[in-house]
């Protein structure tokens, strides 16, 4: 079974973020101006503690009061903004930013809540949902960032994608990994393995199955387990793209086939992308096609 390889320097390597992520990303360049928005501070006023003492009168502590308590009593060092700035760092995850990149960009999204009408003081006290808001932000901005990416690349280098021998994966019955095995009453003839794994007994991706397995140009044809060492897989902005079933057909070819349910094929756009760029690298000996609304005959037109 074949994968896709994509051309660096001469050399032909397996298709992988690498390829549209190769270099540090800048975070210090993206705009911090959106963190004004994000961030909120809950209406202190509004949320308390009500207790009841033990002469029975009713006391209301706000949580304003508490936190000026909780303050007298913790003696945290001054806060600055650099300080808070590092603090946010220490917490957040980032192997793809350099520390300084992702400490400028720290610092420029505290400015904005500055100038935004928050005080200094009352962003350390509620460090820990700010910094939670920022690396919800930080996640945000690299999820746009993959995705321009991987347009840009497919726009620039899309005769960069190939396929070779070196590059290729093996369906057997040994490595066949399942989560749960079919247990339908419907008989499936021509399933590569004699298990079939992750396939409900009804539905749509369970008609796709029968379609595929009644067709004369099908000779095997196997469900491809999702997020299995052992599938097949071709790479997206944000993941791994498992599609749901590869077939070999009597004249040698593979078809691999997506089945999607209406509600979410318009989305799948970079699912399609990146299935015909490999069936295009094959040379006419792969076919690719995302199935929707039981349009099972495009499975004859593709193989035709």
């Given at each position: 079974m074949p994968l896709l390889g994509f051309r660096k320097q001469g050399e032909l390597q397996l298709f992988s973020k690498e390829h549209f992520l190769d270099l540090l990303w800048r975070l210090d360049e993206c705009d911090a101006s959106d963190i004004a928005n994000r961030f909120k501070i809950v209406d202190e006023s509004q949320a308390g503690q009500i207790d009841i003492s033990e002469s029975g009168k009713v006391g209301i502590d706000f949580a304003r009061r508490v936190q000026g308590e909780l303050a007298a009593v913790i003696q945290e060092p001054a806060w600055t903004l650099p300080r808070l700035a590092n603090w946010i760092d220490t917490g957040i995850k980032h192997p793809d930013i350099t520390n300084p990149s992702a400490v400028v960009f720290f610092r420029s999204a505290l400015n904005k809540l500055l100038a935004s009408g928050h005080d200094l003081d009352t962003l350390a006290r509620n460090k820990?949902?700010?910094?939670?808001?920022?690396?919800?932000?930080?996640s945000d901005l690299r999820s746009n960032r993959e995705t321009d990416n991987y347009s840009a690349l497919f726009a620039a280098h899309a005769?960069?994608?190939?396929?070779?021998?070196?590059?290729?994966?093996?369906?057997?019955e040994q490595s066949y990994a399942l989560n749960q095995p079919y247990a339908g009453a419907t008989k499936f003839n021509k399933h590569y393995t004699p298990l079939i794994g992750d396939l409900k007994a009804e539905g749509e991706e369970f008609e796709c199955a029968v379609y595929l397995d009644r067709l004369d140009t099908v000779k095997y044809w196997i469900?491809?387990?999702?997020?299995?060492?052992?599938s097949f897989w071709?790479?997206?902005?944000?993941?791994?793209?498992y599609p749901d079933f590869v077939a070999m057909l009597d004249d040698g070819r593979i078809l691999v086939v997506e089945y999607k349910g209406a509600h979410l094929f318009d989305s799948e756009e970079a699912k399609r992308q990146i299935g015909d760029a490999w069936a295009d690298a094959c040379g006419g000996q792969c076919l690719f096609c995302m199935l929707t609304d039981r349009g099972f005959d495009l499975i004859d037109r593709t193989i035709s």
């Open positions: 820990y949902d700010l910094r939670n808001v920022v690396a919800g932000f930080i005769d960069q994608f190939a396929t070779s021998a070196e590059l290729s994966m093996i369906f057997d469900r491809n387990i999702e997020n299995k060492k052992t071709l790479q997206l902005p944000h993941g791994k793209f």
